[in-house]
């Protein structure tokens, strides 16, 4: 059995917690598609070609992962690439209802793609794209959340350096 | 890449709701080991032996699907099995927790473990084998909850027939 | 439209958050039935004889509302007794995801009785019956958490007196 | 006793998890108003007068459930209508937080209006009026999400025909 | 031992939930900083003038409380005025998920400040700034909720008088 | 102002994250009372002199942290010894409400002890001595887990050695 699996996202930016679960989602899977999602409303810091960039830094490092962009409905984009997994990280519990409320509505749209959840590590529990913005535009240190790579474009942005 | 699973529990009885979690487990795991856990303290209703039978009985249906039974460290009995991955299903917020807790600490007890979690139907996200039972000894009837032949034994255990 | 409702519930003992939930009860229902469970396989405070008689002195001042006993499952008492409604009190998360599941369960066991919930006064949002023993067992004053009746029979339960 | 309830909301457009309480509601309350926010800073996908109408169409089955709409307190609508009884639909933790919330806030603002929560059938626990927006955007079926007639009108939404 | 606190929040406007905590922070740290926040890019009703104005009404009722404000990160305001706590209010599940969140982040910020969760009185468990604003919006009365001169504000800002 | 807090628990055995909480505690308090409840009905590993035992090994290296025992109501104690403050430690969200409606509860029974909540490090945030006590008993290592004195009476107990 040969199985693909999907990791969708916005990565607005890349968090050492989204490394964290590419690696075990490549550990389990043949191969692990690191979808950036690119129809959001909501206002992103990077444009996509950016957090390709970034993500393609990240996952040089695993044979059976690549970076790649979808529009549209994840199933639709899941069964465009063969792929009947699609990975999702819980952390806390208002993630968790609105994961499995996606989940439940994926599943109803196909029934050919399974959700299944993973955890990051627990250093990385706290994590999240959204307060690392926050704090680089604060003028805090995100040293150890995110990439390096990521470091230095995110006090590029905020600096205009 | 080959990876087995490991679908640890008490099964006392299985229901309908374990039944999905298989079926799921199996299309996306190479194999699946369903693992009924020998060292409870909780006293079940039905021993082991049953246990394996009406799973046994459900399973039958899969190819790449075996029934086991494990005692000690969950993790122990997944490495002797080969299986680098632990499927648990989850539902209400208060399964979550205690799922995450355990999850955590079986990935301290082993990194070549990683526990990742599945959601049944939406039909059976209120199904437990205590509700079950409960029900069964109440009189009321389990038909749909659970295989015929747990059905059938369950009558059997509440009236002594 | 005559709608009655069932309060189920071990009452052990009555706390003034279930006095506040007979009130609201009975303020939208034709007729309000407190079912005390006889078949509970917790080893109850007060036996159901004196459950009963606490319950009986507080809902002398509602009209519409009776005590009763009932074993077996509960919709099948709702039934029996006329009632389409299932009334329960819901206070922290916890409590809310095992009433959801049992007011499924209820659902599927008969769909002519609907549970709908209803919240205590926040006053009473901490209170149980559980801690109202713990408190009287260990010498504390449960005055304004339980009617003077069932403060009475605290004391004489623990004081042996 | 004569009991009359409001069931407010958006209703942006109305989903069949919508339509299976109005069903619930109108079975044990003698009157049901469901009742469309106005006020609301959210920017609607659809119309006052376009969800009226949607909904019009669905309640045309119970005889005793009219659509109305109001602007203004909630408390302050349900004791102009002669309504003492609000319903709320609560399916996962986070709506039940907020909704409780609410409820505690309302029954400060009027202690004659008392709010009930009732649960929609579990195949509805994940639908909301946002998914259904999102994935008839996104260009998916909503097809058993919705009443026919929303159906038609969601697709004209979004494709201009 | 001489310990400070920082109490950071919006506070737009406060409420009686904030002056419940405030007397409790005070009650057990040398000295209480509540500490309004200029920099969030939500568009708040009364200018940061306006906030600090309200508070200082309130907290000249206690010798050990001043109100100051902050911008950047909150354990580099912390450091700065030699704080080594931060007090934070708990209320719902919702809430306590962000706040842990938060704390986390802060803690790997600075080692030297740490967090301390405190409740509100259960009367106020359902009050935000937010709900009040709503209802002062809709002509409701917040009397009760907010001190007197906060009700003055916002009757001005509402009526426009 | 000199605060006392007491940092009550069965401590059955300790773990590190009770450590942690121990070596917040003091930091932010005059005096931190570890307080091992003596009238628990849960059957414990430890015997109450054991526990305090391995307690006074950890708390040595804290000049203002001493180890006690209570039984009775806890803030019956903590006015004894004269604490104005209860110190307890949150982590999962079932905690947290189970420590709220504890605290809602000493808070009426004493309005002069305060309750405020730490978090212990997120490396220890699935930690507890359940399930420490579970993992050495199937053979686990519990080392990094537990102080060596507690990791040496744990092999005693289980191995009878």
Chains 1, 2, 3, 4, 5, 6 share one sequence.
Not at 44 to 55: A, I, N, S, Y
Not at 125 to 153: A, F, N, Q, W
């Amino acid at each position: 059995m040969r199985i693909s699996a999907v990791y969708p996202g916005t990565f607005d930016p890349v968090t050492y917690g989204h490394v964290d679960l590419i690696k075990r989602g490549a550990a389990i899977f043949d191969h692990l598609y690191v979808a950036v999602l690119k129809n959001t409303d909501k206002l992103p810091l990077f444009t996509v070609e950016e957090r390709v960039e970034m993500l393609e830094e990240v996952v040089r490092a695993f044979r059976n992962v690549s970076v790649t962009t979808f529009c549209g409905l994840l199933v639709d984009y899941a069964e465009k690439v063969g792929a009947s997994v699609i990975v999702r990280g819980i952390r806390a519990v208002s993630d968790y209802e609105y994961e499995l409320q996606m989940a439940m509505m994926n599943r109803r749209l196909s029934a050919r793609v399974e959700t299944v959840f993973m955890m990051p590590a627990e250093a990385y529990s706290y994590l999240s794209s959204r307060l690392v913005k926050e704090i680089s535009l604060l003028g805090g240190s995100v040293k150890g959340l995110v990439p390096p790579g990521v470091e230095k474009r995110l006090k590029k942005k905020h600096l205009g350096a």
